[in-house]
Every structure is written in structure tokens, then in C-alpha cells.
């Protein structure tokens, strides 16, 4: 499985950002996909996922605020990030996931929030 992560920038606080993750090679071992976020000093921790049946998960802090979708047609999920706050910031990483827990990661994609 091979994941390609997009949509990463600069903007401001309040702004939005849409991420994108599409996923090639053997997809049909995924059964969930998600995003990753990974600050300075901080740990990776999870930010939202979705499993193939549509089921979200949200991290306590984005909720209301982003947004995971998938489009199965095209093997992609994203990641609709509105009213952005400086702690944000980070690089967003791309997640699939399959039954046996093995996970995939994409490449990173750098969100900066400007306050």
C-alpha cells in the first residue's frame, strides 16, 4: 500500500486547509484510513479516521472544526480543516490501516497556522 498526502500550507488562524491522501497498490487490505498529526516536541497523535464502512473517529480537539471523508471510487480520503488555530501546526501524516493492525503511512504534509 502506498499512500500519497497532499494539500499541506500556510494560513492563517481561522483559515481552512483541505488535506488529501490517495492510496494505490494492494487497498484492498485496508480497512481503515485516517490522519496523523506530529508537533515539534510532541508525539504523533491521532487527529481523525474513518473505517470503510464510513464510521468517523475525531481527536477531542478538532472536533467541530474537521472534517474526514473518503471517496472509495477514487481511493481517497481527506481531510476538511476549518477554523485552524496556531496549535495546529504540524505535519499531517497519512494512515491505512488493515484488520491485523498493520499500518501504512504517507509521506507528511506540513500544516502552519499563523496567529
Known amino acids: 500500500v502506498q499512500l500519497q498526502a497532499s494539500g499541506g500550507g500556510l494560513v492563517q488562524a481561522g483559515g481552512s486547509l483541505k488535506l488529501s491522501c490517495a492510496a494505490s497498490g494492494s487497498i484492498f487490505r485496508i480497512n481503515a484510513m485516517g490522519w496523523y498529526r506530529q508537533a515539534p516536541g510532541n508525539q504523533r497523535e491521532l487527529v481523525a479516521g474513518?473505517?470503510?464502512?464510513?464510521?468517523?473517529n475525531y481527536a477531542d480537539s478538532v472536533k467541530g472544526r474537521f472534517t474526514i471523508s473518503r471517496d472509495n471510487a477514487k481511493n481517497t480520503v481527506y481531510l476538511q480543516m476549518n477554523s485552524l488555530k496556531p496549535e495546529d501546526t504540524a505535519v499531517y501524516y497519512c494512515?491505512?490501516?488493515?484488520?491485523?493492525?498493520?499500518?501504512?503511512w504517507g509521506q507528511g504534509t506540513k500544516v502552519t497556522v499563523s496567529s
Open positions: 494512515n491505512a490501516a488493515t484488520p491485523l493492525l498493520r499500518n501504512y
Open positions: 474513518i473505517t470503510n464502512g464510513g464510521v468517523t
